[in-house]
Structures are given as structure tokens and as C-alpha cells.
Nanobody, 124 residues
């Protein structure tokens, strides 16, 4: 069983930065790929980024490439999402998710464990 707890969300102005954190329980954290997803009001959940178990591999959705960076610290069982140059369209609840496999994935159905989410609101 893996438990995920996100933190770091908030209300910021466009152009600002935020860093989301996801603390994971479980001794096998370093074996699994991790991901961040988001869901805006009235919209479907969408993939944001994924990171490989070692942290050496990453995937991003096109809309955040060059602005967001996913990373992980396996010694701290934590995954991060550094978000720079935030835009109003980044406003959403952001969720951390864990696979039970090493391969990175974009599909939400590939992830087994989910956090409760953290709200990010970007004002114009």
C-alpha cells in the first residue's frame, strides 16, 4: 500500500512560480514511476508529467514543456513539480499518482495510487 500526500498549492498571479510536493509512504517508492495530473473545473483529468524511478527519465504534456519540471528525491520518498511562468489556464487541482511499474505512462488508468489533490489557482 502506498499513501500519497500533496502540498504546496496556492493562489498566485500569472507569471509566478510554485513548487508542489508529494510525500509517499512505502518502502518500494524508488521502484515505481510517478506522475502528476490535474483537473480543472468542468474538465477531464489530464496528464501533466511523469518521472522514472531513478529520476533520469521524464515526460511532459506539451502545454507545460519548458515551464514545469518534475523531479524526485528517493531518499525522502518525495516527488516535486516545479511550476514556473504560471498561466491562468494552469488553474486546477493537481494530483500526485504512483504506478506499480517502472515504465512512465501518460494514461491515468496506468496509475494505482492517488493523492487527495492540492489546489493551484493562477490569477490574471
Amino acid at each position: 500500500q502506498v499513501q500519497l500526500v500533496e502540498s504546496g498549492g496556492g493562489l498566485v498571479q500569472a507569471g509566478s512560480s510554485l513548487r508542489l510536493s508529494c510525500a509517499a509512504s512505502g518502502r518500494t517508492f524508488s521502484y515505481y514511476s510517478m506522475g502528476w495530473f490535474r483537473q480543472a473545473p468542468g474538465k477531464e483529468r489530464e496528464f501533466v508529467a511523469s518521472v522514472s524511478p531513478s529520476g533520469g527519465g521524464t515526460l511532459y504534456t506539451d502545454s507545460v514543456k519548458g515551464r514545469f519540471t518534475i523531479s524526485r528525491d528517493n531518499a525522502r520518498n518525495t516527488v516535486y513539480l516545479q511550476m514556473n511562468s504560471l498561466k491562468p489556464e494552469d488553474t486546477a487541482v493537481y494530483y500526485c499518482a504512483a504506478r506499480t511499474a517502472a515504465e512512465m505512462a501518460r494514461a491515468g488508468a496506468a496509475y494505482v495510487y492517488w493523492g487527495q489533490g492540492t489546489q493551484v489557482t493562477v490569477s490574471s
